[in-house]
């Protein structure tokens, strides 16, 4: 079977990377002009039972324990005084919680296990249109065109593929601002002490000021607001949104290299699902769009895993093989997109702090990547 994948992110390199160790002909159609075209953004966290175990299955562990910082995963959680209000410290060395990897690291990682052909770079499809002996016809920006037996969509929030299989729209549910600050422990020392080897949350009322420390030696500051906070495109706004914080955690934006750069936070409906069809699936964000607090990733990685895995065990049955995928896919999602939305309403929300210290406390386990 001919495999395409659109969009070459975490997820569609992870399922390239496990369908080439089964012997199943895949490429990625990726329309960012090459490895380099931009940044990926900050770490992530990888969980044992999702990220890492398709790492596993990708035969990519050794690799992945030798990229990532198992001291990431340290979580701060400070008041807007700067007062601490919980302090979670992973036991030092071990792989067995959730370690961080850069981004950029992990998506390096994943496209030098992959023969140099896998991944076709300028291509954003166009369109995806069933041809007469079944399979797609694909066309690109530019004009190429190809066919596959089966077409899967891990092309993101704004998937193409997905309106082949369903008519669900994301909706927009936060407003995101990002600065990084580049060699902070030579340039700023006090904000390196202060966010630590891993990740910092300051909870404030309806607003969340957060950092991260990158494996360069950076920092990833993210101010994350309600969808109504639109003015934040400056450090210079953002600080008149965080004025009445202390002036420590306030130095974290004054200290952003440039300006800030503001997202939009999108999701899909809870509960998204289809009836199916013959040769197309989604993985990732193209299926089941979550706020940015920790799963998205790792459920994109472990998407693919598992597609892959029921098109190695069904090789003359694709249809078959998709439906498995999805029927476990739904189930497993449901109540991890219902946990996502309920943490990132818990972190704008007006009594924030106490809402995820109790959570956190019940689930010890949780503490993630903002």
Not at 209 to 227: E, K
Not at 284 to 310: T, W
Not at 320 to 342: N, Q, V
Request: aromatic share 4%; with cysteine; charged share 25%.
């Amino acid at each position: 079977m001919r495999v395409a994948i659109a969009g070459g992110g975490l997820g569609g390199l992870t399922l390239a990377r496990i369908l080439h160790r089964q012997n199943i002909d895949a490429v990625v159609y990726e329309r960012e002009p090459g490895r380099s075209a931009r940044s990926q953004g900050g770490s992530l966290d990888l969980h044992p039972e999702s990220g890492q175990h398709a790492l596993a299955e990708a035969g990519l562990t050794a690799r992945f324990r030798s990229a990532a910082r198992p001291e990431g995963e340290e979580l701060r959680i400070l008041d807007p005084a700067g007062r601490t209000l919980l302090h979670h410290r992973p036991e030092p060395g071990s792989f067995s919680g959730r370690p961080e990897i850069d981004r950029n690291a992990l998506r390096d990682l994943l496209l030098d296990s992959l023969p140099g052909d896998t991944v076709a770079w300028g291509h954003r499809l166009t369109a995806a249109t069933p041809g007469p002996g079944g399979g797609f016809r694909l066309e690109f920006d530019g004009g190429h065109r190809s066919d596959c037996e089966i077409l899967v969509g891990a092309d993101g929030a704004r998937s193409s593929v997905r309106s082949l299989l369903t008519d669900a729209k994301p909706t927009y549910v936060a407003t995101l601002a990002e600065l990084s600050i580049a060699d902070v422990d030579r340039r700023h020392p006090h904000l390196a002490e202060l966010v630590g080897p891993g990740n910092l949350w300051c909870l404030g009322v309806n607003q969340l000021l957060a950092a991260q420390r990158s494996g360069d030696g950076s920092l990833r500051v993210v101010a994350s607001l309600r969808a109504d906070d639109h003015h934040v495109g400056t450090k210079r706004a953002l600080l008149d949104l965080f004025d009445d914080w202390d002036p420590r955690l306030t130095a974290l934006i004054e200290a952003g290299d440039g300006e800030a750069t503001p997202r939009r936070i999108e999701t899909l409906p809870i509960g998204t699902r289809w009836a199916g069809r013959p040769g197309v699936t989604l993985i990732g964000d193209a299926a089941h769009l979550m706020p940015p607090v920790g799963e998205g990733a790792n459920q994109a990685m472990l998407d693919a895993a598992v597609l892959a895995r029921e098109l190695a065990a069904h090789p003359t049955d694709p249809h078959a093989a998709i439906r498995a995928y999805e029927e476990e896919m739904f189930t497993r999602i449901g109540p991890i997109a219902e946990m996502s939305a309920r943490v990132q309403a818990m972190m704008l929300s007006p009594t924030a702090a106490e809402d995820l210290i109790r959570f956190f406390t019940a689930h010890p386990a949780e503490p993630a990547s903002a």
